[in-house]
Structure formats: structure tokens, C-alpha cells
């Protein structure tokens, strides 16, 4: 726990102190997620999207985050100088894994009050199951980002796992499109996707009322699937470059 609690600390300083990472961080999700709002001016088609576009977002924004910055870590040597310490595997995961989340949470919460508050969508359920929500969906980005990291040599390659990765969620869970008007075998595809479950989840608790509790399944499915990616991440972190 030490170990993991001084990781993330070290990573939580280093990024606080880059001015321009946290500006991006900031800026990037309200200038995004702006667009999308000026691009739908019909309020009813803004609060049926907006659910799916915050899932959708909260992964994006995670992801890449999370991936490009434990790259660096990787190829600047940090990562070999912690496989040199008594520390395992797992405490580095799980390091890099809070101190990502707690800017990936940043910019989730960010997205979530800009869109309520300066877009005015509508939403049924309290916020604060909102939020919650979100971090599960987060959580699940973090992890995501920082196992596909461990395959990718530089920025280039790890920008290259986005269309790989991300967009083709976009495509198959729901966000644009129902699946079930999708080809059966593309429904099944789109069953083992973490985002079908965000936007599922987000649109049944903001458009429906439902609490977290009539979503558990959602939850749970993007509570296992943060857990599988932080095992699997703490198996291919690699010792050297």
C-alpha cells in the first residue's frame, strides 16, 4: 500500500507541475463537449445523445490520458528504476492506476457539470449517480489505457491504438444507433465492449431515473472488466524498452 500510495503521489506532483497538460486537461473536455452541444440545437435530441456522449467521452479522455503518460513514463527510464526497486508489478499498476484516476476524474467531472449546467440537458436520476457512474466507466479507461500502453514503443504507436480501440465502440455500443438494429453478429461483438454497458447505464439512469442499484448489472460488468485489465496490465508492464 506504501508503495502504491508513493507512486501515485510522484505522478500526482509531475503532472500537477506541467502547466500545459493540465490546461489541455481542463480545456480539451468543456471545448468538446461544446461542440457537440452547439451541433444539436434541439434540446430533445441533446438529452437523448448527452448520456452517450459522456460515456463515450469519459473513455476517450482516460484512455488517452492514461496511455500517452505511462508511455513517457516507460520510455524516460522511470519505469525501469521502479522494476529495480522491491516493489512489484501490481503496486506499479496500481500506482499509476490512482494517480491517472485522479485526473481522469477531473476531466469526468468536469465533462458531467458542463453538460448539465452549461448545456442544460435534462436528466431523471440525482447527480451524484451521475457521477458514480462515470467513475466506473473511468475506472475501466484507466486501466484500459495503461495495459494498451504496455504494447505500443512511442506516442505514434499509441495514438494509432485509438481507431483500434475506441472508435469501433462508437460504432457498435449504442452510441450512434441502437445495436439491436445492427447485424446479429455484430450484437454479439458488441456484448463483450465495455462502452455498451457505459451508455446503456447512462442512458437508463439519466433518461429512465434509475438508480445505480436497478443497473447493478452495468456496474458489475465495468467493475470486472477494471479489474481484468489491471491483472492484465500488471502482467505486461514491461521491465525495459
Not at 121 to 133: A, D, P, R, T
Not at 187 to 215: C, F, H, W
Amino acid at each position: 500500500m506504501n508503495n502504491m500510495l508513493a507512486i501515485a503521489q510522484r505522478l500526482i506532483r509531475q503532472l500537477l507541475h506541467d502547466r500545459r497538460t493540465m490546461a489541455l486537461i481542463i480545456v480539451v473536455p468543456v471545448v468538446v463537449m461544446g461542440l457537440i452541444g452547439v451541433s444539436f440545437p434541439d434540446a430533445t435530441v441533446l438529452d437523448y445523445i448527452a448520456p452517450a456522449m459522456l460515456a463515450t467521452l469519459a473513455l476517450f479522455f482516460s484512455f488517452l490520458l492514461t496511455g500517452i503518460s505511462f508511455l513517457r513514463e516507460t520510455s524516460q527510464g522511470t519505469m525501469e528504476r521502479l522494476m529495480a526497486a522491491p516493489v512489484s508489478r501490481l503496486d506499479i499498476v496500481a500506482g499509476y492506476l490512482l494517480g491517472f484516476f485522479v485526473f481522469a476524474l477531473l476531466q469526468t467531472l468536469i465533462i458531467v457539470l458542463f453538460t448539465i449546467y452549461a448545456l442544460g440537458v435534462n436528466f431523471q436520476s440525482e447527480l451524484w449517480q451521475i457521477l458514480l457512474f462515470q467513475v466506473l466507466i473511468t475506472t475501466g479507461a484507466v486501466t484500459l489505457g495503461i495495459f494498451t500502453s504496455s504494447f505500443a514503443k512511442n506516442e505514434f504507436q499509441m495514438v494509432q491504438f485509438i481507431p483500434l480501440i475506441i472508435v469501433p465502440q462508437i460504432f457498435l455500443c449504442g452510441v450512434i444507433w441502437p445495436v439491436s438494429q445492427m447485424p446479429e453478429w455484430l450484437q454479439y461483438l458488441s456484448n463483450i465492449l465495455p462502452l455498451t454497458y457505459g451508455v446503456d447505464g447512462m442512458r437508463e439512469i439519466m433518461l429512465q431515473g434509475k438508480n445505480l442499484a436497478e443497473v447493478g448489472f452495468q456496474c458489475g460488468v465495468l467493475m470486472l472488466f477494471a479489474v481484468i485489465t489491471t491483472l492484465l496490465a500488471s502482467l505486461t508492464v514491461p521491465k525495459r524498452r
